[in-house]
């Protein structure tokens, strides 16, 4: 018998919606509990300790509303907070919690959609100063060339909805040809921001039509699938009556305004008060 326990999927703000919608397709019978914290985001600019610490309190309020485990649906806290998390404070504070994030996952997978054995990441500055990606990327394909990209101006075109008008055009422009200015024969282009799977179309605008370009959506989706299916005790402990929630740090209005641009549906979210 499982319990009314929820997964919770976390989030600086908006983003992590693309991969809770894509996790959402794939369990669909699960409980859930999405955190976005709008009121401190954008997450990208802060330092390791900064992100730490805001990443720390969301799960630990996640934790408290009876989420056994959470998915850091969030490069930058992915990046910076998650193996801290993992490694510092589970084993002593939760030993029966699990946190999760997105770039092992992508990692794991990623070899299988480059020929040219090179890829460009597009991110973040957080995520790319982190160098977790060509890390992680290493550990499964050495022979994988990884060269990374800084997009600071994605994010606030997204969350504007400007990102597919011709005032976009500059910007997109402008990190693609600093990427292939890198690498020019990359074939693969990972989008390490759960925020950018939004700007697929205008990226394909100046991209040769053969490029790949993977989102993490369906990625981190089916590896948590996979995960549930290694690790039953975890499993048994989530609910299945298909219960979403909403919370955001900041404005539930403005969060559920924006948010369906996000997650293809209107959202009722409430709010969650800082400490």
């Known amino acids: 018998m499982s319990n009314t326990n929820s997964i919770g999927v ?16 794939e369990l669909p019978d699960y409980n859930y ?4 914290d709008n009121a401190r985001a954008p997450y990208g ?37 998650l193996r801290s998390i993992q490694q510092h404070v589970l084993p002593f504070k939760y030993p029966d919690h699990r946190v999760l994030g997105v770039i092992r996952p992508t990692a794991e997978v990623i070899g299988a959609y ?13 995520t790319v100063n982190s160098e977790s990606y060509p890390i992680e990327i290493k550990k499964f394909f050495p022979d994988v060339k990884v060269v990374q990209q ?7 075109l997204i969350e504007n909805n400007e990102h597919l008008t011709s005032g976009a055009n500059h910007f997109v422009k402008k990190y693609l040809d600093e990427l ?6 990359l074939d693969c282009i990972l989008l390490a ?5 939004l700007i697929i179309p205008k990226l394909q605008q100046f991209l040769p039509t053969n490029m790949q370009v993977l989102s993490q959506g369906a990625i981190v989706a089916s590896s948590l699938v996979t995960y549930l299916k290694n690790h039953p005790e975890m499993e ?6 298909g219960y979403k929630q909403f919370f955001t740090s900041g404005d539930p209005e403005v969060f559920d305004n924006r948010a369906s641009l996000f997650f293809g549906e209107n959202i009722h979210s409430k709010q969650m008060k800082l400490q």
């Open 236 to 241: 048994r402990k989530i609910g299945r009556t």
């Open 45 to 81: 600019d802060h330092s390791f300790e900064i992100v730490y610490q805001y990443t720390l309190q969301c799960v630990e309020w996640l934790f408290a509303q009876g989420c056994p485990l959470v998915i850091l649906a969030c490069n930058t806290a992915s990046a910076k907070a």
């Open 180 to 185: 292939f200015l890198q690498a020019p024969n």
């Open 10 to 25: 976390f989030d600086s703000g908006y983003g992590g919606l693309t991969v809770f919608k894509s996790i959402i397709k």
């Open 114 to 126: 480059t020929q040219s054995r090179t890829i460009g990441v597009m991110g973040t500055r957080g």
């Open 193 to 197: 921001c759960t925020h950018y799977p």
């Open 150 to 156: 800084s997009c600071p101006m994605l994010v606030p």
């Open 33 to 36: 509990i999405y955190l976005g």
